[in-house]
C-alpha cells in the first residue's frame, strides 16, 4: 500500500486508488511500535509492501515483523468517484507465518469527502482451534495538512474503542511520522497508551 504508517488500511487504500494511469509502487518502512487498529503487535517492526493501480483498481501485499513470524497481508479492491465522495470496496486478509496470531478476512469499505474518512470492515477471524469470531470494524478520520484524528471501534464478537492523533510529513523524499494512540479497557482488557515514531520510504517500480 503507499502509506507505511498504517493508522488505517482503508483510508490508505481510499487515497491510493483513484482513477489513474497503471502504477506499480513499493515501500519500506520501519515504526518504533506496531499497533494497528488501536491494538499492539510488536515493538520495533520493520515491514514493506508492493502495490498495483489501474484506473481505480488496485492489488497488492504487505509484511511486517511480529517478532513470532512475519504479518503479511493481501489485498484488492476498486475506487471510484461519486461526485465531490470517493468511495472504495474491497477485500484484505491477514495471514501469519508463525503462531503470533490466526488468520482474518475481511470486505471493506471505504468514503472520503474533504476532510474526512469513513472506514467499515467486516470480516471473520478463525481463531486457531476455536469457533470463528466475526467482527466489524469503523473508524473516522479526519486529516489536514498532515495532522489526522481517527476514533475507531469494533462490534460482535469483538468489541473495544481507541483513539489516535498524529502528525505525518515527507522530509527530504522519506516520510516521517508521529502518532499517540490510546485504546480503551474493552479493547484489549486494559486501558493502553502509546507514543510512536514511523520512517519510511515509498517508490514508483
Do not use: C
Not at 39 to 54: C, L, P, R
Not at 172 to 200: H, K, P
Amino acid at each position: 500500500m503507499k502509506t507505511v504508517f498504517r493508522s488505517s488500511l482503508l483510508a490508505a487504500l481510499l487515497a491510493s486508488s483513484g482513477i489513474a494511469n497503471a502504477e506499480w509502487s513499493a515501500n519500506l518502512g520501519f515504526m518504533s511500535e506496531y499497533y494497528y487498529r488501536g491494538i499492539f503487535q510488536e515493538s520495533t517492526s520493520a515491514n514493506a509492501g508492493v502495490d498495483y493501480e489501474n484506473n481505480g483498481f488496485f492489488v497488492g501485499t504487505w509484511a511486517a515483523d511480529v517478532g513470532d513470524g512475519i504479518e503479511v497481508d493481501g489485498f484488492f479492491g476498486y475506487g471510484f468517484a461519486a461526485g465531490e465522495v470517493d468511495l472504495s470496496v474491497g477485500y484484505t486478509g491477514y495471514f501469519y507465518t508463525g503462531d503470533f496470531d490466526d488468520t482474518y478476512q475481511e470486505i471493506n469499505l471505504g468514503a472520503a469527502l474533504g476532510l474526512f474518512s469513513l472506514d467499515v470492515a467486516v470480516g471473520q477471524y478463525e481463531n486457531f482451534d476455536g469457533p470463528t469470531l466475526d467482527y466489524t470494524f469503523y473508524s473516522l478520520t479526519v486529516e489536514k495538512s498532515g495532522f489526522y484524528g481517527t476514533i475507531g471501534g469494533f462490534a460482535q464478537d469483538f468489541e473495544g474503542e481507541y483513539f489516535e492523533a498524529g502528525y505525518t510529513a515527507e522530509v527530504a523524499e522519506v516520510d516521517l511520522g508521529v502518532s499517540f494512540i490510546y485504546s480503551n479497557e474493552d479493547l484489549i482488557g486494559e486501558s493502553d497508551e502509546a507514543i510512536i515514531f514511523t520512517v519510511g520510504k515509498s517508490f514508483d517500480l
